[in-house]
């Protein structure tokens, strides 16, 4: 039975999970997105995410016990360095996964996980957002091109009524 066994096995022995998920966050921290299974990326996103709150705080308890999961310097002065200045201020939630269709081998459905803060063209199209205004009435603005309209016929019509006044 598999009572209160929660997190998925990805059909893997311990040690090969834990080295899998490790090399994941590893690649992830390096590239910042990587491609990958749906299956792959939801352990992923439950290794790596208290990693990332743990290099919010930099002593060295926290590089010490990061090291002890990644087994990568590169990877761990990246997340006390870069990483964890951009997710200073996040509350959690640093990984997005977005899926993209399914491998053309064996079907399997395939995502892109990345870190949230890095991505800089949804960034870019989440800044520049306009507030939107809900009136029920008519603004002046929507009237006055109406109206503009509206007397640009008869300002038409009384050269030409003149040029007929005139034969």
Same mark, same amino acid.
């Not at 990644?70 to 939630?93: H, S, T, Y």
């Not at 890095?118 to 205004?133: D, G, S, V």
């Given at each position: 039975?598999?009572?209160n066994k $929660?997190?998925n096995?990805l059909?893997?022995?311990k040690?090969?999970? !834990?080295?899998?998920l490790?090399?994941l966050?590893?690649? =992830?921290?390096?590239?910042k *997105?990587?491609f990958?299974? &749906? ?6 996103r439950?290794?790596?995410e208290?990693?990332?709150? *743990?290099?919010?705080k930099?002593?060295?308890?926290? *590089?010490? =016990? &990061?090291?002890s999961?990644?087994?990568n310097?590169d990877?761990? $002065?990246?997340l006390f360095g &870069?990483? %964890?200045e951009? &997710?200073?201020?996040?509350p959690?939630?640093?990984l997005?996964?977005?899926?993209t ?9 395939m ?5 949230v803060?890095f991505? !800089?063209?949804? =960034? !870019?199209?989440?800044?520049?957002k306009?507030?939107k205004t809900?009136?029920?009435s008519?603004s002046?603005?929507a009237a006055? @091109?109406?109206?503009? %309209?509206?007397?640009?016929? $008869? %300002?038409? /019509?009384? @050269?030409?009524?003149? /040029?007929? $006044?005139?034969e």
């Amino acid at each position: 039975m598999r009572h209160n066994k $929660k997190f998925n096995h990805l059909s893997r022995k311990k040690g090969h999970r !834990e080295a899998l998920l490790s090399n994941l966050a590893i690649a =992830l921290i390096q590239h910042k *997105r990587i491609f990958t299974t &749906v299956a792959k990326a939801k352990a992923l996103r439950v290794f790596a995410e208290p990693l990332i709150t *743990r290099s919010k705080k930099d002593d060295m308890a926290n *590089r010490r =016990l &990061v090291f002890s999961y990644l087994q990568n310097k590169d990877a761990v $002065k990246e997340l006390f360095g &870069v990483i %964890a200045e951009k &997710v200073a201020d996040r509350p959690g939630g640093y990984l997005r996964i977005i899926k993209t269709g399914h491998r053309l081998g064996d079907n399997a459905e395939m995502c892109m996980i990345e870190l949230v803060d890095f991505n !800089e063209n949804m =960034l !870019e199209a989440a800044a520049p957002k306009k507030a939107k205004t809900t009136r029920r009435s008519r603004s002046k603005k929507a009237a006055a @091109p109406a109206e503009a %309209a509206a007397e640009a016929p $008869k %300002a038409e /019509e009384t @050269p030409a009524a003149e /040029e007929a $006044k005139a034969e």
